[in-house]
Every structure is written in structure tokens, then in C-alpha cells.
């Protein structure tokens, strides 16, 4: 009597602990690329895929991720997520949004457009506070909203004067020193990732 209820009790343990296993790993798993939402899909990685040192374990992604990572239109095109939508931006809608970020969006400045540069970035979001921006060579620059307005009105100003990023990116030529203080400025933020990020976006 006494051995088959012991039996019967092992067996009804092992039932529990299979069942509660199940449920950890299909119920709620997290998305392997930004970890902030629910994973619904599994992705196929190519054999030429080498950004898995830029994911959080698995190959499960979410909706938003997944839009992203299987469609070319995302690798091409300047974006944003916000809350857990993704779109394309033109390069009037792109400015727009990088003076003023909204709350927890993530916004995609691309620069061949060849690159994967977003992975490292779909963990981050904007609060209210910070900024979240990913440049596709620069990764992702993290950086508070005043740094942010204040270092794009000096690309504004600078572009607006000289009229050519190669000023922007590369320093003032010896007749563009005229303007000092602001060849000066230039000199201070060149390959700064946020000052190159924001040099795109003019
Ligand atoms: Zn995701």
C-alpha cells in the first residue's frame, strides 16, 4: 500500500513541476533584441549574421523588433519607435522629432544605410529626462534634453553659416575661421557620435 502511494505521489510531483517549466518558457518571454516587450516571433539569422553579441539570449523577438529586423526598408531609411509603434521618417518629420523627443521613443538616424546599426540600440527609449538616439554607425548615444537642444542649435547655427556638413565634420578652412568662435565651437564637438548624429539630421 504503502510504496505505489509513494510512487503515485512522485509521479503527480513530477506532472506539477513539468507543467509550471512549460509555463515559464512559452508564457511570457521578453523579446531578445529590446527585452521591453512580449516576444512573439522567432527570427532566422543568416549565416553571415554577426550581431549576437548585441542580443539578450534567445531568438525570440517582439512585433516591433521583428518589423524591423526583417524588413530592408528599416536598414535604408532614418525611423523612430514610439510607445510600440514603428515608422519611417522623412528628413522634415526626422528634425522635427530630434528637437523634441518623445517619451520612450527610440529615434534611427542611419548613415549608409547598408548596416544593422539599430541593434545595439532597441533596448533604449527616451524619458523624460533623456534622450535615446541611434546613430547607424555611432550605436546608441544616450544624452540629457538640454545637451541635446543645445548641441543641435550649435549644428544649426554652424550649418546655417557655412552651408556645408564637410565644415561640420572636418573643421572650418582657413577663410571659414572668420567666424571664430563658432569654427571654435566645431572644433569641440567634431567626432562627438552626438555632434556626427545630429550633422545628419540638418
Ligand atoms: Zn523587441
Redesign the pocket.
Known sequence: MYLPCLFATYILVLVYVYSGLKDLDTGSRL?S?????I?KHRLRFSEKFVGFPDMFDGDM??D??YKIFTSQEFRRRNWAIVGDEVGILDKKQLFKMVSDPPVNSLIYVKSSGRKMGFLRC?RYASSKTMVALCGEDEGPVIVDRQRLRHVLSIAYEAYNTFKRKKTLLEGCSPREWEHHDLCMKIESMKGDPLWQILVRVL
Open positions: 523579446c533584441l529590446c527585452g521591453r516587450r516576444a523577438v517582439c516591433v523588433c532597441l
